[in-house]
């Protein structure tokens, strides 16, 4: 069955340390992938996507990820954190071009000032 | 700016009545999605809609329904709300094609009592 899985479901960093996120997706043909966010009383919104193209995407607040098809993985990744940062992180994964996409169980992450 | 607008961001109803939860988008989009979000769940899919009068079914629909008579209006309906639907509801929208980010309401916090 199709699926993502986020490995971690709660994450506590300091500001200014790296954050690497998981996201290893079930399916063997092609996908579109994306990464949301949800800060603390605010709608989900989208960090980034992965169509085609160049594996290594940018997305908004200085956030990056890589689509790695080997690994079936799609890591979120950013060199230094901040506060601001504070918030639930969803994957999310198209597959079988059919509009619905199904999203992990999302990962809180917690920055300490 | 693109918008999805749900009714109420907070719902207090009892055991047995019906609710009705109303998402209104301004994007022209095909796609309508219902999804209710639980700590630890993530987001899971109740029903989704390709078209006005077209429904499908998601992954939990046992005690929802929905009704889209418009292409811009997607509403859920709980014919008799019991405790176990107190959740965050939240309303999605998307361009057909499936290549697009879905655009998210800022969800709806039913509590039954």
């Known amino acids: 069955a199709q699926s993502v899985s986020q490995h971690n479901h709660h994450v506590i960093l300091s500001e200014a340390a790296s954050l690497e996120l998981g996201c290893n997706y079930s399916?063997?043909?092609?996908?579109?992938l994306f990464w949301y966010v949800q800060y603390p009383g605010q709608h989900l919104q989208l960090l980034l996507k992965y169509f085609s193209g160049d594996p290594l995407v940018k997305g908004i607040k200085g956030f990056e990820a890589e689509f790695i098809k080997s690994k079936f993985s799609f890591n979120l990744r950013k060199p230094s954190v901040q506060w601001s940062d504070t918030a639930e992180y969803f994957c999310?994964?198209?597959?079988?071009?059919?509009?619905?996409?199904?999203f992990g169980k999302g990962t809180r992450l917690h920055i300490l000032p | 700016d693109v918008k999805v607008t749900q009714s109420s961001r907070y719902l207090v109803k009892r055991t047995g009545e019906k609710v009705f939860l109303e998402c209104v988008q301004d994007m022209d989009h095909e796609n309508m999605f219902w999804y209710r979000q639980d700590p630890g769940l993530g987001l899971r899919l109740i029903y989704f809609s390709y078209d006005v009068k077209m429904k499908e079914k998601g992954d939990i629909p046992e005690g929802y329904s929905v009704s889209r008579e418009k292409k811009e209006r997607f509403s859920l309906i709980l014919e008799s709300a019991s405790t176990n639907q107190t959740s965050m509801y939240l309303c999605a929208s998307t361009q057909t094609g499936g290549y697009n980010e879905q655009f998210f309401g800022p969800g709806t916090r039913l509590t039954v009592l």
């Open positions: 999310a994964g198209l597959m079988n071009r059919d509009d619905k996409i199904i």
């Open positions: 399916y063997g043909g092609t996908v579109n």
